[in-house]
Protein backbone atom coordinates (compact mmCIF):
# COMPACT_ATOMS: atom_id res chain seq x y z
CA UNK A 1 0.00 0.00 0.00
CA UNK A 2 1.35 3.54 -0.81
CA UNK A 3 -0.02 5.16 2.43
CA UNK A 4 0.10 4.04 5.53
CA UNK A 5 -2.19 5.85 7.39
CA UNK A 6 -4.60 4.73 4.52
CA UNK A 7 -3.50 1.25 5.22
CA UNK A 8 -4.45 2.17 9.37
CA UNK A 9 -7.70 3.68 8.47
CA UNK A 10 -9.04 0.88 6.07
CA UNK A 11 -8.02 -1.39 9.30
CA UNK A 12 -9.55 0.96 11.52
CA UNK A 13 -13.02 0.44 9.89
CA UNK A 14 -12.65 -3.37 9.30
CA UNK A 15 -12.00 -3.86 13.15
CA UNK A 16 -14.90 -1.73 13.82
CA UNK A 17 -17.27 -4.21 11.75
CA UNK A 18 -15.61 -7.17 12.93
CA UNK A 19 -16.85 -6.71 16.39
CA UNK A 20 -20.60 -5.49 15.29
CA UNK A 21 -20.53 -8.73 13.14
CA UNK A 22 -21.31 -11.31 15.92
CA UNK A 23 -23.91 -8.82 17.74
CA UNK A 24 -25.72 -8.68 14.70
CA UNK A 25 -25.96 -12.25 14.38
CA UNK A 26 -26.65 -11.97 18.06
CA UNK A 27 -30.01 -9.68 17.51
CA UNK A 28 -30.82 -12.00 14.49
CA UNK A 29 -30.66 -15.36 16.71
CA UNK A 30 -31.09 -14.47 20.45
CA UNK A 31 -34.88 -14.06 21.91
CA UNK A 32 -36.00 -10.78 23.30
CA UNK A 33 -38.74 -10.72 25.90
CA UNK A 34 -37.60 -7.84 28.21
CA UNK A 35 -39.73 -7.48 31.34
CA UNK A 36 -39.26 -4.76 34.38
CA UNK A 37 -37.71 -7.13 36.71
CA UNK A 38 -34.91 -8.58 34.02
CA UNK A 39 -33.77 -4.73 33.21
CA UNK A 40 -33.63 -3.58 36.81
CA UNK A 41 -29.86 -2.77 37.79
CA UNK A 42 -28.55 -5.02 39.24
CA UNK A 43 -27.02 -4.77 42.74
CA UNK A 44 -26.60 -8.82 44.31
CA UNK A 45 -30.66 -8.88 44.81
CA UNK A 46 -30.94 -5.48 46.31
CA UNK A 47 -33.41 -2.94 45.41
CA UNK A 48 -30.70 0.03 43.76
CA UNK A 49 -31.14 3.12 45.96
CA UNK A 50 -30.27 6.32 44.58
CA UNK A 51 -28.96 8.01 41.59
CA UNK A 52 -26.15 5.70 39.55
CA UNK A 53 -24.43 8.58 38.33
CA UNK A 54 -22.98 10.35 41.15
CA UNK A 55 -19.92 12.61 41.95
CA UNK A 56 -16.92 11.11 42.81
CA UNK A 57 -14.01 11.11 44.78
CA UNK A 58 -11.77 14.38 43.76
CA UNK A 59 -8.59 12.50 44.44
CA UNK A 60 -8.79 10.77 40.99
CA UNK A 61 -9.20 14.51 39.68
CA UNK A 62 -5.78 15.16 41.01
CA UNK A 63 -4.37 11.96 39.53
CA UNK A 64 -5.57 12.70 36.30
CA UNK A 65 -3.76 16.64 36.24
CA UNK A 66 -0.33 15.13 37.71
CA UNK A 67 -0.91 12.19 34.88
CA UNK A 68 -1.34 14.98 32.33
CA UNK A 69 1.94 16.49 33.07
CA UNK A 70 4.04 13.54 32.58
CA UNK A 71 2.29 12.40 29.67
CA UNK A 72 2.84 15.53 27.73
CA UNK A 73 6.45 15.87 28.39
CA UNK A 74 6.79 11.73 27.81
CA UNK A 75 6.59 12.46 24.32
CA UNK A 76 8.35 15.43 23.81
CA UNK A 77 11.41 12.39 25.04
CA UNK A 78 10.63 10.11 21.94
CA UNK A 79 12.16 12.58 19.22
CA UNK A 80 15.11 12.70 21.72
CA UNK A 81 15.26 9.31 22.38
CA UNK A 82 15.40 8.48 18.44
CA UNK A 83 18.62 10.67 17.68
CA UNK A 84 20.17 10.19 20.75
CA UNK A 85 23.21 8.32 18.62
CA UNK A 86 23.22 11.37 16.48
CA UNK A 87 23.40 14.18 19.17
CA UNK A 88 26.23 15.83 20.72
CA UNK A 89 26.78 14.79 24.21
CA UNK A 90 25.52 18.66 25.31
CA UNK A 91 22.02 17.60 24.05
CA UNK A 92 22.22 14.13 25.99
CA UNK A 93 22.76 15.99 28.80
CA UNK A 94 20.24 18.46 28.09
CA UNK A 95 17.37 15.63 27.83
CA UNK A 96 18.54 14.40 31.37
CA UNK A 97 18.31 17.56 32.79
CA UNK A 98 14.80 18.19 31.00
CA UNK A 99 14.00 14.70 32.85
CA UNK A 100 15.49 16.14 36.26
CA UNK A 101 12.92 18.98 36.44
CA UNK A 102 10.25 16.23 34.82
CA UNK A 103 11.30 14.24 38.54
CA UNK A 104 11.69 17.89 40.36
CA UNK A 105 7.90 18.25 39.71
CA UNK A 106 6.71 14.82 40.73
CA UNK A 107 9.38 15.52 44.45
CA UNK A 108 6.95 18.67 44.65
CA UNK A 109 3.63 16.93 44.55
CA UNK A 110 5.38 14.48 46.58
CA UNK A 111 5.62 16.98 49.46
CA UNK A 112 2.99 18.70 49.17
CA UNK A 113 0.74 15.45 49.37
CA UNK A 114 -0.81 15.35 46.80
CA UNK A 115 -0.08 11.65 45.97
CA UNK A 116 -1.41 10.43 49.26
CA UNK A 117 -5.20 8.91 49.04
CA UNK A 118 -6.45 10.51 51.85
CA UNK B 1 9.53 -14.97 -5.29
CA UNK B 2 7.75 -17.87 -4.62
CA UNK B 3 4.87 -19.22 -2.20
CA UNK B 4 7.38 -20.72 0.59
CA UNK B 5 10.08 -17.52 0.70
CA UNK B 6 7.37 -14.67 0.85
CA UNK B 7 4.03 -16.20 1.00
CA UNK B 8 2.28 -12.89 1.85
CA UNK B 9 3.34 -10.91 -1.11
CA UNK B 10 2.74 -13.98 -3.18
CA UNK B 11 -0.45 -14.60 -2.67
CA UNK B 12 -1.26 -10.45 -3.56
CA UNK B 13 0.20 -10.56 -6.75
CA UNK B 14 -1.45 -13.80 -7.76
CA UNK B 15 -4.99 -12.30 -5.98
CA UNK B 16 -4.10 -9.03 -8.11
CA UNK B 17 -3.45 -10.99 -10.96
CA UNK B 18 -7.19 -12.48 -10.92
CA UNK B 19 -9.08 -9.26 -10.27
CA UNK B 20 -7.11 -7.85 -13.63
CA UNK B 21 -7.96 -11.12 -15.45
CA UNK B 22 -11.36 -10.32 -14.51
CA UNK B 23 -10.85 -6.64 -16.19
CA UNK B 24 -10.33 -4.60 -12.97
CA UNK B 25 -8.13 -1.61 -13.25
CA UNK B 26 -4.72 -1.80 -11.29
CA UNK B 27 -5.83 1.00 -8.11
CA UNK B 28 -9.04 -0.95 -7.32
CA UNK B 29 -7.39 -4.31 -7.94
CA UNK B 30 -5.01 -3.12 -5.50
CA UNK B 31 -7.45 -2.03 -2.66
CA UNK B 32 -9.77 -5.18 -3.03
CA UNK B 33 -6.02 -7.15 -2.24
CA UNK B 34 -5.42 -4.65 0.25
CA UNK B 35 -8.73 -5.12 1.96
CA UNK B 36 -8.67 -8.69 1.41
CA UNK B 37 -4.78 -8.85 3.56
CA UNK B 38 -6.74 -6.51 6.04
CA UNK B 39 -9.47 -8.80 6.80
CA UNK B 40 -7.30 -12.06 6.77
CA UNK B 41 -5.08 -10.73 9.20
CA UNK B 42 -7.70 -9.33 11.40
CA UNK B 43 -9.39 -13.01 11.43
CA UNK B 44 -6.29 -13.97 11.84
CA UNK B 45 -6.07 -12.65 15.48
CA UNK B 46 -9.99 -13.89 16.10
CA UNK B 47 -8.78 -16.91 15.37
CA UNK B 48 -6.00 -16.68 18.38
CA UNK B 49 -7.73 -15.12 20.56
CA UNK B 50 -10.74 -18.18 20.08
CA UNK B 51 -7.41 -19.98 20.74
CA UNK B 52 -6.68 -18.01 23.76
CA UNK B 53 -9.68 -18.74 25.37
CA UNK B 54 -9.37 -22.52 25.87
CA UNK B 55 -5.54 -22.10 26.28
CA UNK B 56 -6.48 -19.24 29.53
CA UNK B 57 -8.97 -21.78 30.70
CA UNK B 58 -6.65 -24.99 31.04
CA UNK B 59 -4.56 -23.19 32.28
CA UNK B 60 -5.95 -21.47 35.36
CA UNK B 61 -7.40 -25.14 35.97
CA UNK B 62 -4.07 -26.65 36.23
CA UNK B 63 -3.19 -23.37 38.60
CA UNK B 64 -6.20 -24.49 40.39
CA UNK B 65 -5.39 -28.39 40.69
CA UNK B 66 -8.63 -28.65 38.13
CA UNK B 67 -8.91 -30.32 34.82
CA UNK B 68 -10.85 -27.85 32.68
CA UNK B 69 -12.25 -27.98 29.67
CA UNK B 70 -11.95 -31.91 28.90
CA UNK B 71 -15.73 -32.72 27.13
CA UNK B 72 -15.95 -31.21 23.54
CA UNK B 73 -13.31 -32.50 20.82
CA UNK B 74 -9.65 -33.75 21.94
CA UNK B 75 -8.61 -31.78 24.98
CA UNK B 76 -11.47 -30.04 25.14
CA UNK B 77 -10.25 -27.57 22.29
CA UNK B 78 -13.57 -27.35 20.60
CA UNK B 79 -15.31 -25.49 24.05
CA UNK B 80 -14.46 -22.12 22.52
CA UNK B 81 -16.87 -22.90 19.31
CA UNK B 82 -19.67 -24.02 21.71
CA UNK B 83 -18.78 -20.85 24.08
CA UNK B 84 -19.40 -18.24 20.72
CA UNK B 85 -23.13 -20.25 19.93
CA UNK B 86 -24.02 -20.00 23.66
CA UNK B 87 -23.05 -16.41 23.91
CA UNK B 88 -24.71 -15.67 20.70
CA UNK B 89 -27.93 -17.24 21.42
CA UNK B 90 -28.05 -16.06 25.02
CA UNK B 91 -30.95 -13.11 25.47
CA UNK B 92 -29.04 -9.33 25.38
CA UNK B 93 -30.71 -7.31 28.33
CA UNK B 94 -29.94 -3.69 28.15
CA UNK B 95 -30.24 -2.65 31.98
CA UNK B 96 -33.43 0.54 32.98
CA UNK B 97 -31.86 4.16 32.74
CA UNK B 98 -28.60 2.87 30.87
CA UNK B 99 -26.86 4.97 28.13
CA UNK B 100 -28.21 3.06 25.28
CA UNK B 101 -25.63 4.11 22.59
CA UNK B 102 -22.71 4.35 24.50
CA UNK B 103 -23.20 0.98 26.38
CA UNK B 104 -23.73 -0.64 23.04
CA UNK B 105 -20.90 0.71 21.48
CA UNK B 106 -18.45 0.05 24.68
CA UNK B 107 -17.49 -3.34 23.88
CA UNK B 108 -17.50 -2.72 20.13
CA UNK B 109 -14.86 -0.03 20.54
CA UNK B 110 -13.13 -2.65 23.42
CA UNK B 111 -12.19 -5.77 20.91
CA UNK B 112 -11.84 -2.65 18.25
CA UNK B 113 -8.58 -1.34 19.72
CA UNK B 114 -7.36 -4.47 20.46
CA UNK B 115 -7.14 -5.57 16.49
CA UNK B 116 -5.96 -2.04 15.27
CA UNK B 117 -3.05 -3.14 17.60
CA UNK B 118 -2.38 -5.53 14.95
CA UNK B 119 -1.75 -3.45 12.11
CA UNK B 120 1.45 -3.28 13.30
CA UNK B 121 2.73 -6.73 14.76
CA UNK B 122 5.26 -8.11 12.87
CA UNK B 123 4.67 -11.53 12.61
CA UNK B 124 7.56 -12.27 10.30
CA UNK B 125 9.70 -10.64 8.45
CA UNK B 126 7.69 -10.15 5.41
CA UNK B 127 4.25 -10.80 7.10
CA UNK B 128 2.92 -7.61 8.97
CA UNK B 129 -0.03 -5.45 8.53
CA UNK B 130 2.24 -2.31 7.71
CA UNK B 131 5.63 -0.34 9.04
CA UNK B 132 4.72 2.43 10.84
CA UNK B 133 7.57 4.60 11.65
CA UNK B 134 5.96 5.49 14.93
CA UNK B 135 4.45 2.09 15.56
CA UNK B 136 5.77 2.51 19.69
CA UNK B 137 3.49 5.90 19.87
CA UNK B 138 0.74 3.90 17.42
CA UNK B 139 1.22 1.11 20.09
CA UNK B 140 0.54 3.52 23.04
CA UNK B 141 -2.11 5.67 21.65
CA UNK B 142 -4.18 2.86 20.29
CA UNK B 143 -3.76 0.74 23.75
CA UNK B 144 -5.99 4.04 25.38
CA UNK B 145 -9.11 3.11 23.60
CA UNK B 146 -9.43 0.00 25.38
CA UNK B 147 -9.44 1.98 28.63
CA UNK B 148 -11.80 4.36 27.07
CA UNK B 149 -14.12 1.96 26.38
CA UNK B 150 -13.97 0.66 29.78
CA UNK B 151 -15.33 3.94 31.26
CA UNK B 152 -17.86 4.12 28.84
CA UNK B 153 -19.01 0.72 29.99
CA UNK B 154 -18.72 1.58 33.52
CA UNK B 155 -20.55 4.73 33.32
CA UNK B 156 -23.06 3.61 30.47
CA UNK B 157 -24.16 0.71 32.66
CA UNK B 158 -26.23 3.05 35.61
CA UNK B 159 -24.95 0.50 38.00
CA UNK B 160 -22.87 1.57 40.67
CA UNK B 161 -20.32 -1.20 41.28
CA UNK B 162 -19.98 -0.70 37.22
CA UNK B 163 -18.98 2.85 38.09
CA UNK B 164 -16.47 2.24 41.12
CA UNK B 165 -15.26 -0.34 38.33
CA UNK B 166 -14.67 2.61 35.83
CA UNK B 167 -13.02 4.82 38.30
CA UNK B 168 -10.65 2.51 39.67
CA UNK B 169 -9.60 1.43 36.15
CA UNK B 170 -9.41 5.78 35.13
CA UNK B 171 -6.95 5.40 38.46
CA UNK B 172 -4.71 2.47 36.93
CA UNK B 173 -4.44 3.60 33.54
CA UNK B 174 -3.73 7.43 34.41
CA UNK B 175 -0.75 6.02 36.41
CA UNK B 176 0.57 2.93 34.77
CA UNK B 177 0.52 4.39 31.32
CA UNK B 178 3.75 6.77 32.31
CA UNK B 179 6.28 4.11 33.28
CA UNK B 180 4.97 2.16 30.27
CA UNK B 181 5.62 4.84 27.86
CA UNK B 182 9.24 5.11 29.50
CA UNK B 183 10.07 1.70 29.30
CA UNK B 184 8.88 1.87 25.44
CA UNK B 185 11.45 4.31 25.77
CA UNK B 186 14.42 1.96 26.55
CA UNK B 187 13.77 -0.41 23.20
CA UNK B 188 14.01 3.24 21.17
CA UNK B 189 17.26 3.99 22.59
CA UNK B 190 18.96 1.32 21.77
CA UNK B 191 17.31 0.41 18.46
CA UNK B 192 17.30 3.98 17.55
CA UNK B 193 14.21 4.07 15.71
CA UNK B 194 10.36 3.62 16.73
CA UNK B 195 9.23 0.73 13.91
CA UNK B 196 8.75 -2.62 15.73
CA UNK B 197 10.37 -4.34 12.72
CA UNK B 198 13.26 -1.88 13.29
CA UNK B 199 13.55 -2.99 16.72
CA UNK B 200 12.80 -6.36 15.65
CA UNK B 201 15.53 -6.05 13.30
CA UNK B 202 18.26 -4.39 15.90
CA UNK B 203 18.30 -7.97 17.76
CA UNK B 204 19.65 -10.22 15.26
CA UNK B 205 23.05 -10.14 17.23
CA UNK B 206 21.74 -9.71 20.88
CA UNK B 207 18.58 -9.39 22.68
CA UNK B 208 17.81 -5.88 24.79
CA UNK B 209 16.82 -8.10 27.26
CA UNK B 210 20.67 -8.60 28.34
CA UNK B 211 20.99 -5.10 27.49
CA UNK B 212 17.90 -3.82 29.69
CA UNK B 213 16.41 -6.39 31.68
CA UNK B 214 14.69 -3.97 34.12
CA UNK B 215 13.39 -2.18 31.60
CA UNK B 216 11.47 -5.85 30.46
CA UNK B 217 10.27 -5.41 33.73
CA UNK B 218 9.05 -2.56 33.89
CA UNK B 219 6.80 -3.06 30.42
CA UNK B 220 5.54 -6.35 32.25
CA UNK B 221 4.53 -4.64 35.25
CA UNK B 222 2.79 -1.80 33.29
CA UNK B 223 1.48 -3.99 30.78
CA UNK B 224 -0.77 -5.64 33.47
CA UNK B 225 -1.54 -3.01 35.14
CA UNK B 226 -2.60 -1.47 31.31
CA UNK B 227 -4.68 -4.93 31.15
CA UNK B 228 -6.52 -4.59 34.09
CA UNK B 229 -5.26 -7.98 35.28
CA UNK B 230 -4.30 -9.56 38.58
CA UNK B 231 -2.84 -7.72 40.78
CA UNK B 232 -4.47 -4.82 39.32
CA UNK B 233 -7.61 -6.19 38.50
CA UNK B 234 -9.27 -3.89 41.05
CA UNK B 235 -11.88 -2.57 37.82
CA UNK B 236 -13.12 -6.02 38.02
CA UNK B 237 -12.73 -7.48 41.40
CA UNK B 238 -15.31 -9.78 41.80
CA UNK B 239 -15.12 -10.00 45.82
CA UNK B 240 -16.07 -6.11 45.73
CA UNK B 241 -18.01 -5.14 42.58
CA UNK B 242 -19.43 -8.61 41.24
CA UNK B 243 -17.68 -7.76 37.57
CA UNK B 244 -16.58 -4.20 38.11
CA UNK B 245 -17.47 -2.58 34.30
CA UNK B 246 -18.90 -5.25 32.59
CA UNK B 247 -21.45 -6.07 35.51
CA UNK B 248 -24.32 -5.60 33.11
CA UNK B 249 -23.46 -6.79 29.82
CA UNK B 250 -24.88 -10.28 28.82
CA UNK B 251 -24.64 -11.90 25.84
CA UNK B 252 -22.56 -11.46 22.95
CA UNK B 253 -21.29 -8.13 24.16
CA UNK B 254 -19.80 -9.79 27.14
CA UNK B 255 -17.67 -12.27 24.98
CA UNK B 256 -16.73 -9.08 23.07
CA UNK B 257 -14.96 -7.88 26.26
CA UNK B 258 -13.75 -11.49 27.26
CA UNK B 259 -12.36 -12.12 23.74
CA UNK B 260 -11.12 -8.28 24.08
CA UNK B 261 -8.84 -8.48 26.73
CA UNK B 262 -7.45 -12.05 26.39
CA UNK B 263 -6.36 -10.43 22.85
CA UNK B 264 -5.15 -7.44 24.40
CA UNK B 265 -2.71 -9.96 27.24
CA UNK B 266 -1.72 -11.93 24.22
CA UNK B 267 -0.45 -8.79 22.25
CA UNK B 268 1.46 -7.41 24.87
CA UNK B 269 3.47 -11.05 25.46
CA UNK B 270 4.00 -10.79 21.40
CA UNK B 271 5.58 -6.89 22.22
CA UNK B 272 7.38 -7.83 25.13
CA UNK B 273 8.89 -10.53 22.49
CA UNK B 274 9.21 -8.30 19.74
CA UNK B 275 10.94 -5.28 22.32
CA UNK B 276 12.82 -7.40 24.66
CA UNK B 277 13.59 -11.17 23.03
CA UNK B 278 14.14 -10.48 19.31
CA UNK B 279 10.82 -11.00 18.00
CA UNK B 280 10.43 -13.11 15.01
CA UNK B 281 14.19 -13.22 14.62
CA UNK B 282 16.96 -12.83 17.21
CA UNK B 283 18.80 -16.01 16.31
CA UNK B 284 22.17 -14.35 17.85
CA UNK B 285 23.55 -14.42 14.13
CA UNK B 286 22.80 -17.97 13.48
CA UNK B 287 20.90 -17.14 10.25
CA UNK B 288 23.85 -16.22 8.67
CA UNK B 289 25.41 -19.82 8.59
CA UNK B 290 25.24 -21.75 5.61
CA UNK B 291 23.71 -24.59 7.36
CA UNK B 292 20.36 -22.42 9.40
CA UNK B 293 19.25 -20.21 6.27
CA UNK B 294 16.55 -22.15 7.03
CA UNK B 295 15.52 -19.96 10.14
CA UNK B 296 14.96 -16.82 7.69
CA UNK B 297 11.93 -18.47 6.23
CA UNK B 298 8.93 -16.62 7.10
CA UNK B 299 6.86 -19.90 8.61
CA UNK B 300 9.56 -20.80 10.96
CA UNK B 301 10.21 -16.53 11.90
CA UNK B 302 5.59 -17.23 12.30
CA UNK B 303 6.16 -19.80 15.02
CA UNK B 304 9.17 -18.45 16.39
CA UNK B 305 6.68 -14.96 17.32
CA UNK B 306 4.13 -17.26 18.14
CA UNK B 307 6.16 -19.26 20.85
CA UNK B 308 7.62 -16.23 22.02
CA UNK B 309 4.52 -14.27 22.51
CA UNK B 310 2.70 -17.14 24.34
CA UNK B 311 5.79 -17.74 26.95
CA UNK B 312 5.30 -14.06 27.30
CA UNK B 313 1.08 -14.60 27.56
CA UNK B 314 1.93 -17.29 29.71
CA UNK B 315 4.06 -15.42 32.25
CA UNK B 316 0.78 -12.73 32.01
CA UNK B 317 -1.12 -16.02 33.46
CA UNK B 318 1.22 -17.01 36.28
CA UNK B 319 1.25 -13.59 37.55
CA UNK B 320 -2.78 -13.36 37.32
CA UNK B 321 -3.11 -16.83 39.05
CA UNK B 322 -0.81 -16.27 41.49
CA UNK B 323 -0.89 -13.04 43.12
CA UNK B 324 -3.64 -11.78 45.48
CA UNK B 325 -5.53 -8.39 44.31
CA UNK B 326 -4.11 -4.98 45.63
CA UNK B 327 -5.81 -2.01 47.53
CA UNK B 328 -6.29 0.85 45.30
CA UNK B 329 -3.93 3.47 47.69
CA UNK B 330 -1.54 0.67 47.59
CA UNK B 331 -1.72 0.41 43.97
CA UNK B 332 -1.23 4.18 43.60
CA UNK B 333 1.56 4.49 45.91
CA UNK B 334 3.35 1.87 44.35
CA UNK B 335 2.88 3.53 40.99
CA UNK B 336 3.50 6.79 42.24
CA UNK B 337 6.65 7.23 44.48
CA UNK B 338 8.06 3.74 43.49
CA UNK B 339 7.97 2.84 39.89
CA UNK B 340 7.85 6.48 38.07
CA UNK B 341 11.09 7.47 39.70
CA UNK B 342 12.48 4.33 38.96
CA UNK B 343 11.27 4.49 35.48
CA UNK B 344 12.67 8.01 34.92
CA UNK B 345 16.41 7.30 36.88
CA UNK B 346 16.16 3.80 34.40
CA UNK B 347 16.12 6.22 31.17
CA UNK B 348 18.33 8.66 32.29
CA UNK B 349 20.93 5.59 32.89
CA UNK B 350 20.53 3.92 30.03
CA UNK B 351 20.82 7.35 27.89
CA UNK B 352 24.02 8.25 29.49
CA UNK B 353 25.14 4.94 28.96
CA UNK B 354 23.94 4.18 25.85
CA UNK B 355 25.73 7.77 24.50
CA UNK B 356 28.69 6.65 26.18
CA UNK B 357 29.50 2.89 25.35
CA UNK B 358 28.23 2.34 22.08
CA UNK B 359 31.32 3.41 20.33
CA UNK B 360 33.09 0.97 22.57
CA UNK B 361 33.59 -2.49 23.04
CA UNK B 362 32.20 -2.65 26.67
CA UNK B 363 28.49 -1.72 25.42
CA UNK B 364 26.92 -5.14 26.28
CA UNK B 365 28.71 -5.37 29.25
CA UNK B 366 28.68 -1.93 30.44
CA UNK B 367 24.15 -1.84 30.07
CA UNK B 368 24.11 -5.03 31.45
CA UNK B 369 26.25 -4.31 34.36
CA UNK B 370 24.66 -0.94 34.94
CA UNK B 371 21.55 -2.63 35.10
CA UNK B 372 22.28 -4.72 37.86
CA UNK B 373 24.02 -2.35 39.79
CA UNK B 374 20.64 0.19 39.39
CA UNK B 375 19.05 -2.37 40.62
CA UNK B 376 21.52 -3.69 43.87
CA UNK B 377 21.23 -0.02 44.44
CA UNK B 378 17.07 0.39 44.68
CA UNK B 379 16.99 -3.09 46.57
CA UNK B 380 19.31 -1.53 49.23
CA UNK B 381 17.17 1.74 49.54
CA UNK B 382 13.90 -0.40 50.03
CA UNK B 383 15.57 -2.38 52.40
CA UNK B 384 16.49 0.66 54.80
CA UNK B 385 13.47 2.28 53.74
CA UNK B 386 11.69 -1.45 55.09
CA UNK B 387 13.79 -1.66 58.36
CA UNK B 388 13.32 2.05 59.19
CA UNK B 389 9.27 1.36 58.85
CA UNK B 390 9.97 -1.78 60.79
CA UNK B 391 11.68 0.13 63.91
CA UNK B 392 8.79 2.92 64.15
CA UNK B 393 6.05 -0.24 63.94
CA UNK B 394 4.79 -0.11 67.77
CA UNK B 395 4.72 -3.96 69.14
CA UNK B 396 1.54 -5.54 68.17
CA UNK B 397 -1.14 -5.82 71.03
CA UNK B 398 -1.60 -9.33 72.57
CA UNK B 399 -3.70 -11.47 71.05
CA UNK B 400 -7.24 -11.91 72.17
CA UNK B 401 -6.95 -16.10 72.72
CA UNK B 402 -3.85 -15.41 74.84
CA UNK B 403 -5.12 -13.07 76.93
CA UNK B 404 -8.22 -14.79 77.78
CA UNK B 405 -5.51 -17.35 79.21
CA UNK B 406 -4.46 -15.01 81.84
Known amino acids: MQNQWLYIGLFLVIGVIVPIVPLLASRFLAPHKPNPIKQSTYECGIETVGESWVQFKSQYYIYALVFLVFDVETVFLFPWALALQKLAIFAVLEGILFILILLAGLTFAWRKGLLEWA | ?406
Request: proline residues 4%.
Open chain 2, 1 to 406: MTFWNDPINFLAEWLRGVFMGWGMAASPANAVTDIIGIVVMILFSMGIAILLVWVERKVVARFQDRLGPNRIGPYGLFQPFADIVKLIIKEDITPDGADKLVFNMAPVISLASVILIWAVVPLASKIYGVDLNVAVLYLVAVGSFGTLSVIMAGWASNNKYALIGAFRMVATMISYEIPMVVALLIPTIIAGTMSVKGITQAQSGIWFVILSPLGLLLFLICAIAELGRSPFDLNEAESEIVAGFHIEYTGMKFGLFYAGELLHAFTFGGFMAVFFFGGYGGFFGLEKLSAFTWLSNPFIQLVVFLIKALIGYWVIMWVKYSMPRIRIDHMLLFNWKFLTPLAFVLLMMTALVDKLLAPTNFYVLGMFLSNVLFAWIVIEILRAYSKRERSVTVEPAEPVAQAAHH
